[in-house]
């Protein structure tokens, strides 16, 4: 069974606690490749896919930031997304990264900026950055 099948879409729910379950689990089993597994559908052409992913990825992130960190990259790249709901999930994320990647979102401190001028306010509230 794929990971990806654990996430609440594929299961026919509308909840978010089998994402949240999952994000658990992936961390707690050090699952590495099932993590890579879900940041690579973060660009499944399925938009509840992709929503359900960037919620793991947080979730996981908040438990374990390190196990996330490498994706800071992907996460950035969602800044500029349509999806609103990609937007804040990947300031989430990045948010939960922060400290381990702060080299990285400097280099994108632009997009990061952009997004807290111009997203939703849910965007901003989960921005990485305080002044």
Do not use: H
């Not at 896919?49 to 793991?56: E, T």
């Not at 702060?102 to 965007?123: C, F, H, P, T, W």
């Amino acid at each position: 069974m794929s990971v990806l099948d654990k996430i609440a879409y594929l299961q026919g729910r509308k909840d978010e606690a089998p994402n949240q379950e999952l994000a658990k689990e992936l961390i707690e089993n050090n699952d590495v490749a099932g993590i890579r597994e879900i940041a690579e559908n973060m660009f499944n052409s399925d938009k509840n896919i992709q929503s359900d992913c960037i919620k793991v990825l947080y979730e996981a992130g908040n438990i374990k930031p390190d196990m996330i960190a490498e994706y800071v990259g992907d996460f950035i790249k969602l800044l500029r997304s349509r999806n609103n709901r990609l937007v804040w999930g990947a300031m989430l994320a990045l948010s939960k990264i922060a400290t381990i990647t702060a080299d990285e979102i400097y280099k994108n401190l632009e997009i990061v900026v952009r997004v807290m001028q111009e997203g939703s306010v849910i965007a901003v509230d989960k921005t990485p950055l305080r002044f």
